[in-house]
T-cell receptor
Framework: ETGVTQSPTHLIKTRGQQVTLRCSSQ?????VSWYQQALGQGPQFIFQ???????GRGNFPPRFSGLQFPNYSSELNVNALELDDSALYLC???????????????FGEGSWLTVV | AQSVTQLGSHVSVSEGALVLLRCNYS??????LFWYVQYPNQGLQLLLK??????LVKGINGFEAEFKKSETSFHLTKPSAHMSDAAEYFC???????????FGTGTSLTVIP
């Protein structure tokens, strides 16, 4: 139990639609990162939010966007869904940005997105 | 650029045998190194991490890993495999100046009774 909760756990969308995934970070954590894990692959960094501002982005197109709220919860939005967007989306929270002092990140159980 | 290579996408061991999962990394600066485990339909759970200091680190469930800078390796070991160890294992690296983790492609561990 990491204290990071994600919703929904599973969803199916049609190509071209938009999706919003939600994440509640562990209590006291001000940093949230989102990762995409395709089947059989390791997680790939999408972006990170620190105190409501984007603090780094991986190699993902602009149709992947996010928000962090004052309570440090977060949303991942994906527009114009493509079949290749089908994956497990993981949210991770941490106490501080990045790898500061080898900061540990705690993952939620993820949201399975299937695009048909 | 940072990257992580996990040798062997699938590893099978007998129950009670040594577990060895290999991880090599490349990094332009001294990295922080992590091993995570993922059980079916679950998120990632931290097994252990190396930041600074002692190069042999002990984690949960009897796992340990040794940071070898000269070999750019961070292999994960456990002396005696248990059936409950069957899972996917991911090695990851982060930088002390960065904001993201770089993961390997994972190693699926099967434990044979």
């Amino acid at each position: 139990e990491t204290g990071v909760t994600q919703s929904p756990t599973h969803l199916i969308k049609t190509r071209g639609q938009q999706v919003t995934l939600r994440c509640s970070s562990q209590s006291g954590h001000n940093t949230v990162s989102w990762y995409q894990q395709a089947l059989g692959q390791g997680p790939q960094f999408i972006f990170q939010y620190y105190r409501e501002e984007e603090n780094g982005r991986g190699n993902f197109p602009p149709r992947f966007s996010g928000l962090q709220f004052p309570n440090y919860s977060s949303e991942l939005n994906v527009n114009a869904l493509e079949l290749d967007d089908s994956a497990l989306y993981l949210c991770a929270s941490s106490l501080a940005r990045g790898g500061h002092s080898g900061n540990t990140i705690y993952f939620g159980e993820g949201s399975w997105l299937t695009v048909v | 650029a940072q990257s992580v290579t996990q040798l062997g996408s699938h590893v099978s061991v007998s129950e009670g045998a040594l577990v060895l999962l290999r991880c090599n990394y490349s990094s332009s600066v001294p990295p922080y190194l992590f091993w995570y485990v993922q059980y079916p339909n679950q998120g990632l759970q931290l097994l252990l991490k190396y930041t600074t200091g002692a190069t042999l680190v002990k984690g949960i469930n009897g796992f340990e890993a040794e940071f070898k800078k000269s070999e750019t390796s961070f292999h994960l070991t456990k002396p005696s495999a248990h059936m409950s160890d069957a899972a996917e294992y991911f090695c990851a690296v982060s930088l002390n100046t960065g904001n993201q983790f770089y993961f390997g492609t994972g190693t699926s561990l099967t434990v044979i009774p």
